[in-house]
């Protein structure tokens, strides 16, 4: 079902406030079936709330809340601010998103040989930002049953000056 609201921190009598998910996976044109799919896969099996943000992919998530695209750029950051991991695609907006409100990351690419983006540029993008101890990149989606179930902790000096470091070696890679 799409989320009418985007209310995420729901009492439970037993757990308190339930922990939350934010699957994002960017503004492109081709949808990322793929990891959409796998998080509602693994959404169905977790006590924890799982949200996406599907783009413009064709499945529809029946496990999680979803909503394709926000009119304010302030819900995304507040839902990157509230999740206890950010599961994102490559895309260096939506890591950079994620880390500026202090929440790990873990980076799936789009890959071209499942028609999930014209070329392999996000594999890229992860490898840089790899060498941030904030980010874990998962290059096979059957992994992330098992990367979701570690304890993330956001190390601080890994924000400002590593992450515009990390990204201008990006940037000057592709020179």
Not at 14 to 34: K, M, N, P, W
Not at 70 to 90: P, Q, Y
Not at 111 to 116: G, S
Not at 150 to 156: G, I
């Amino acid at each position: 079902m799409e989320a009418d609201t985007l209310q995420i921190w729901e009492k439970s009598p037993v757990l308190g406030e339930c922990a939350l998910i934010f699957v994002t996976v960017g503004s492109h044109y081709q949808g990322f079936d793929r990891l959409v799919k796998k998080m509602d896969e693994i959404a169905e099996k977790i006590d924890e709330k799982v949200i996406m943000q599907i783009g413009n992919t064709k499945y529809k998530p029946v496990n999680a809340e979803y909503f394709s695209f926000v009119e304010s750029f302030e819900e995304i950051l507040r839902l990157n601010r509230e999740a206890r991991v950010v599961v994102s695609h490559a895309g260096a907006g939506s890591i950079v998103t994620a880390l500026k409100e202090k929440t790990p990351v873990i980076v799936v690419p789009r890959l071209k040989k499942y028609n999930e983006h014209m070329n392999d540029h996000q594999l890229e993008i992860a490898k840089a930002m790899s060498e941030n101890k904030n980010v874990t990149v998962v290059y096979d989606v059957e992994a992330l049953d098992d990367c979701l179930k570690l304890d993330f902790n956001f190390v601080e000096e890994f924000v400002d000056d590593k992450l515009a470091t990390q990204l201008k070696k990006y940037i000057l890679s592709l020179s």
